[in-house]
């Protein structure tokens, strides 16, 4: 006797894309659970190898800080290369937190109005403990240096509270391209310098620290945005082409470049900055960190003979078909490094 197995009278329904996007979301509140850190527990901070030495050769400015390719700062005794180094640093900690501050008070604005149910709600309240962490453990480090440091200009931050915190309830996708906009351009600067090794532990392992849960705060922000925006009526997608290279251009450099007060105080001649600003090594810095979000751009049709010229003013963008074998949605990580 022959027995007829029935075939399915059709395939089973691939899952849609809010579907999607929640399995998503719901794994990177997982990883958040089983992979996570605290700022003092995580960080001995009162190990002896673990103590900030201002004359400690280890905190040189790297090979790709403007400051460091000048012959001005080659010229220098070791120790005061070594105390510009560590004020680099400490600067860039200050402004990291500071930004982070910003994002975190966004994303709680964001949460406050979503409705019951929605898988973002939880991930974005464990990012706002991640980044509570961080801005503790970089204002630790800032305070153990001993230097009074400043972070953010103060326009900029009047602008942010201002303008940007609203974004998150108002234009949710200019608010994550914010979040983007500040957190690769360190990102790609800290796993440039995992890469090449970091000689300091301390440095070391705020970084480490950092990087790992900045793949989840990232990799949501890129995912949402490949989500939303072209959901947008046309005229939005229109103004944010613009808009997001005109803001990029200042939070790159905002991140990366050498703030005016550094110089002042160290007595670094303008003529320097300027030549290290303007050097092709850290022109090309500036693109590659951004390299990412001309990527997403270009995958959420957001890249356009208008938006073209938007991105040459601000001296971001690499050539015309930057990106146009990387349309594909990036995948979730795992929880970044160790």
Known sequence: MTVTIPRPTSEPSPPDDATRFGALVGRLSRQSVEKHFDAYADVDWDALDLRIDLADP???LEDFDPIATTKWYRAQPQGVR???GLQRIAITMRTGWEFENVLQRGLLAYAFWLPNSRPEFRYVHHEVIEESQHTMMFQEFVNRTGMDVRGLPR???????LL???LARLSPALFF??????EEPIDHVQRRRLRAGIAHPL??????IHVTEEARHLSFARHYLQREVPRLPRWRRGVLSVAVPLLLGTMVRLMLAPPRGFARRNGVPADVVRDAKRSPAHRELLRDSVARIRRLCVATGLVNPVSRLAWRAVGLWEHPTDGDAANAPEAAPAGGPA
């Open 155 to 161: 326009r900029i931050k009047l602008a942010a509270e």
């Open 82 to 84: 070594s105390r510009l």
């Open 58 to 60: 280890r905190w040189e």
């Open 164 to 166: 940007v915190i609203p």
């Open 177 to 182: 391209f914010f979040v983007v906009g500040g």
């Open 203 to 208: 440095l070391e392992r705020i970084i480490r």
